[in-house]
Each structure stands twice: as structure tokens, then as C-alpha cells.
């Protein structure tokens, strides 16, 4: 009799291509990115971080209700778009809006969305950071965790039966392990054989929660094992691996219709959100290590400066540029008119229901009885 034992003596090693310097970790290793495509990632990433700050700033300045930040998260986000064909489906948890900056998504729209403008995606349905765009398949987000995880294998199913070239791609943080859907979703894409890849961004916390509270396992990367998935580990600080295994991951899921789970092992940098004070629950001191230490923006560019392709006076300009920009569109989506109220309920009937016509009734009649629980200049 023998029972197997709960985890291996040996933790899975974590796949790396550059150290934390951004020198090549072996000279054997290939350093598989084109000078375009890694300035391209820089851009993006240095254009995420800027737009982080300036959102963050808008909701502590009372100019929004709410924000969330990628900091640290930046390579993520950036590499693993820059892997991935725009006719792949990405279902995002929040962390994520790199992805759709890559694919398009202009920072006046980010902004619009945020402050739930009239011309904004949603037009204010939905809270802040919750984006989406049917055009550059980038599914809307959900704020409950794990939701868009059976989702995904299902939407990923359906690129099966109708014999696509494209996958379904699932982004979560090391907190959505721990529900229920996460376990189905991961069973469901095994027995189906669905082309869907499963990027976990292990940035060491679920809100307050640590991993070390969250599963005793050796991360995540061997709850895929246990479903029969293909699963690899990757330094989710590092650009240039990031970019390489995702690479590798969507052929395998196009090319041999077949799930793939991929653990980025990262740091949150940021507080969970602005309803959120990291500082109460981790020392300054790690969460300023890990900024300075093991930025993944910095890393990236010491590698592109070291290869001749950027300058100091290139940054200079890509920030002051950046500034600019994110600070206008946050300036324009302010001054753009709210929804009307009636818009509360359109969008998803043809014709309205004679539900949703007895609860626009009663909005306006109680925001007739009760004026001052609204505001004023309410566009009704």
C-alpha cells in the first residue's frame, strides 16, 4: 500500500529568460523578440503605469468612485497581448487593461469608461475599470472572481466546433483559485479538450489573504497537473519569458485543441484597490523592495537600452508624451455630458419590457419625492 504524498519534494521550476537587471540569465537562451515588437511592449507597459497613476489620483481627488491599479503587473499585461492574435477572445479579471490597451483601446475610451460619460462603454452601468469591447474581443468584466472562467472554456468549445483558428484566453489573480468556479472551469476545459489558456497572475495576495494562507499546494501551476492540463510556471516579471510562453501556450491550444494553464509569478505593488490600505496587512518596506527591486518596466529597459535601441532622451519624451495624454483624456471625459437616466435600462431589449417601464417609473418618482438624495444637475 502507497499513498501518494500531498506535494513533490521539488517545487516547479520558474521559467526565465532575463534577471532582475535585465541581463540574459544564459547565453544560450534566445532572446525571442524584434526590436519593434519590444519597444512596442515598452510603450505599452510605461503607458499603463502612467494611466494607473493619473486614474488613481482622479478617485483620491473625489473625481471618481473607484480605481484599481496594474502596478507591478505591467509585463503581464503588455507581453502576453503582444503573444496573442486580435481574433483570440480575452476574458480579463481587472487587472488586465493592458491587454486592451494593445489591442486598440484609446485612453480616451479608458477614461470615458471611468468616469461613466454618455459616450463611454457602458454609459455608466457598470463601476469604474470594468471594460470591455465587443470589437477587439475583449469580453467586459465581471467584478465576482472566477465568474468568466467556465465561461471561457465554453466560448472556447464553441472556437472548437466551429473549427477556428483562435483561442479563448482567461486572465485571474492567485485569490480566484480559491473559488469553486476556478476547479470547474479547470475540469471542464480538460474532459472537453477546449483551446483555452489560463493565465494566472500569482502576485502573492488576494486582497489581505497570502498565498501561504490561501492553499498549501506548490502554487498553482500543479492544480493544473491535477486536472490533466499542460501547465508551466513563468517569471511574471520578465517581459521577454512572458511573451515566449504565451507564445508557446496559444499554439498549443490552436494547434492541438487543448487547454494550457500558465502561473506568472509576480508582486502586487499596489494597494487591492483605492477601498483598500495594503500598508495594514505588509511592511512598506517589501512593497518598496519589490517596486524598486523587481520592476518589470525597468527591467525591460535595461535590456533595450543594452541592445542600443532606447535612449534617455527617448524616455524622456515617451513619459512627458504619456502625461500628456492620459491627463487630457481624463480632462475631456470629465467635461462629456452623464447618461440620461432612461439609459439606466436600454441596451439590452429591443423593446423595453413592461418590468424595466415600472422601474424607470418609480426612479423618477422617487427622485421626485426625495431631490435631495440626488444630485442636482442629474440628467434625467
Same mark, same amino acid.
Given at each position: 500500500?502507497?499513498?501518494?504524498?500531498?506535494?513533490?519534494?521539488?517545487?516547479?521550476?520558474?521559467?526565465?529568460?532575463?534577471?532582475?537587471d535585465g541581463y540574459p540569465i544564459?547565453?544560450?537562451?534566445?532572446?525571442?523578440?524584434?526590436?519593434?515588437?519590444? /519597444?512596442?511592449?515598452?510603450?505599452?507597459?510605461?503607458?499603463?503605469?502612467?494611466?494607473?497613476?493619473?486614474?488613481?489620483?482622479?478617485?483620491?481627488?473625489?473625481?471618481?468612485?473607484?480605481?484599481?491599479?496594474?502596478?507591478?503587473?505591467?509585463?503581464?499585461?503588455?507581453?502576453?497581448?503582444?503573444?496573442?492574435?486580435?481574433?483570440?477572445?480575452?476574458?480579463?479579471?481587472?487587472?488586465?487593461?493592458?491587454?486592451?490597451?494593445?489591442?486598440?483601446?484609446?485612453?480616451?475610451?479608458?477614461?470615458?469608461?471611468?468616469?461613466?460619460?454618455?459616450?463611454?462603454?457602458?454609459?455608466?452601468?457598470?463601476?469604474?475599470?470594468?471594460?470591455?469591447?465587443?470589437?477587439?474581443?475583449?469580453?467586459?468584466?465581471?467584478?465576482?472572481?472566477?465568474?468568466? /472562467?467556465?465561461?471561457?472554456?465554453?466560448?472556447?468549445?464553441?472556437?472548437?466546433?466551429?473549427?477556428?483558428d483562435a483561442c479563448v484566453v482567461?486572465?485571474?489573480?492567485?485569490?480566484?483559485?480559491?473559488?469553486?468556479?476556478?476547479?470547474?472551469? /479547470?475540469?471542464?476545459?480538460?474532459?472537453?479538450?477546449?483551446?483555452?489558456?489560463?493565465?494566472?497572475?500569482?502576485?502573492?495576495?488576494?486582497?489581505?489573504?497570502?498565498?501561504?494562507?490561501?492553499?498549501?499546494?506548490?502554487?498553482?501551476?500543479?492544480?493544473?497537473?491535477?486536472?490533466?492540463?499542460?501547465?508551466?510556471?513563468?517569471?511574471?516579471?520578465?517581459?521577454?519569458?512572458?511573451?515566449?510562453?504565451?507564445?508557446?501556450?496559444?499554439?498549443?491550444?490552436?494547434?492541438?485543441?487543448?487547454?494550457?494553464?500558465?502561473?506568472?509569478?509576480?508582486?502586487?505593488?499596489?494597494?487591492?484597490?483605492?477601498?483598500?490600505?495594503?500598508?495594514?496587512?505588509?511592511?512598506?518596506?517589501?512593497?518598496?523592495?519589490?517596486?524598486?527591486?523587481?520592476?518589470?518596466?525597468?527591467?525591460?529597459?535595461?535590456?533595450?537600452?543594452?541592445?542600443?535601441?532606447?535612449?534617455?532622451?527617448?524616455?524622456?519624451?515617451?513619459?512627458?508624451?504619456?502625461?500628456?495624454?492620459?491627463?487630457?483624456?481624463?480632462?475631456?471625459?470629465?467635461?462629456?455630458?452623464?447618461? /440620461?437616466?432612461?439609459?439606466?435600462?436600454?441596451?439590452?431589449?429591443?423593446?423595453?419590457?413592461?418590468?424595466?417601464?415600472?422601474?424607470?417609473?418609480?426612479?423618477?418618482?422617487?427622485?421626485?419625492?426625495?431631490?435631495?438624495?440626488?444630485?442636482?444637475?442629474?440628467?434625467?
Amino acid at each position: 500500500m502507497k499513498f501518494l504524498p500531498s506535494s513533490s519534494e521539488e517545487r516547479v521550476q520558474c521559467f526565465r529568460i532575463l534577471d532582475e537587471d535585465g541581463y540574459p540569465i544564459s547565453s544560450n537562451m534566445m532572446e525571442h523578440m524584434s526590436k519593434e515588437l519590444a /519597444l512596442k511592449v515598452y510603450r505599452g507597459m510605461v503607458t499603463l503605469n502612467t494611466m494607473d497613476k493619473f486614474l488613481y489620483e482622479a478617485q483620491r481627488q473625489g473625481r471618481l468612485s473607484f480605481s484599481l491599479t496594474s502596478f507591478g503587473e505591467e509585463a503581464i499585461n503588455l507581453a502576453s497581448a503582444a503573444a496573442l492574435s486580435i481574433d483570440d477572445i480575452v476574458l480579463a479579471q481587472y487587472r488586465e487593461p493592458g491587454v486592451l490597451l494593445w489591442r486598440g483601446f484609446a485612453l480616451q475610451e479608458f477614461a470615458n469608461q471611468c468616469f461613466g460619460n454618455n459616450i463611454g462603454h457602458g454609459k455608466g452601468r457598470q463601476m469604474p475599470i470594468h471594460y470591455g469591447s465587443k470589437k477587439l474581443n475583449y469580453v467586459t468584466i465581471s467584478s465576482p472572481l472566477a465568474t468568466q /472562467l467556465p465561461q471561457a472554456v465554453g466560448m472556447a468549445y464553441s472556437l472548437k466546433l466551429d473549427k477556428k483558428d483562435a483561442c479563448v484566453v482567461a486572465f485571474f489573480g492567485d485569490g480566484t483559485t480559491s473559488e469553486g468556479d476556478f476547479h470547474a472551469a /479547470l475540469n471542464f476545459a480538460a474532459v472537453m479538450d477546449a483551446p483555452v489558456v489560463f493565465i494566472c497572475r500569482n502576485n502573492g495576495w488576494a486582497i489581505s489573504t497570502q498565498v501561504t494562507e490561501q492553499f498549501r499546494s506548490d502554487g498553482v501551476v500543479v492544480k493544473g497537473q491535477a486536472y490533466g492540463i499542460s501547465s508551466i510556471r513563468v517569471d511574471g516579471n520578465d517581459a521577454l519569458a512572458i511573451y515566449n510562453v504565451v507564445c508557446s501556450a496559444r499554439e498549443m491550444a490552436v494547434n492541438e485543441q487543448r487547454p494550457i494553464l500558465i502561473e506568472a509569478m509576480t508582486y502586487r505593488v499596489s494597494h487591492h484597490s483605492t477601498s483598500d490600505d495594503s500598508t495594514k496587512y505588509r511592511s512598506k518596506d517589501v512593497i518598496e523592495y519589490w517596486k524598486t527591486m523587481h520592476s518589470p518596466i525597468t527591467r525591460l529597459r535595461n535590456w533595450v537600452e543594452r541592445k542600443g535601441w532606447w535612449s534617455d532622451k527617448e524616455e524622456f519624451e515617451l513619459r512627458i508624451q504619456t502625461m500628456k495624454q492620459v491627463k487630457n483624456a481624463i480632462d475631456e471625459a470629465e467635461k462629456e455630458e452623464m447618461p /440620461l437616466l432612461r439609459e439606466m435600462f436600454t441596451d439590452v431589449y429591443d423593446d423595453l419590457p413592461s418590468n424595466l417601464m415600472e422601474q424607470e417609473t418609480l426612479v423618477r418618482e422617487t427622485i421626485q419625492r426625495h431631490p435631495e438624495d440626488f444630485p442636482k444637475d442629474m440628467p434625467l
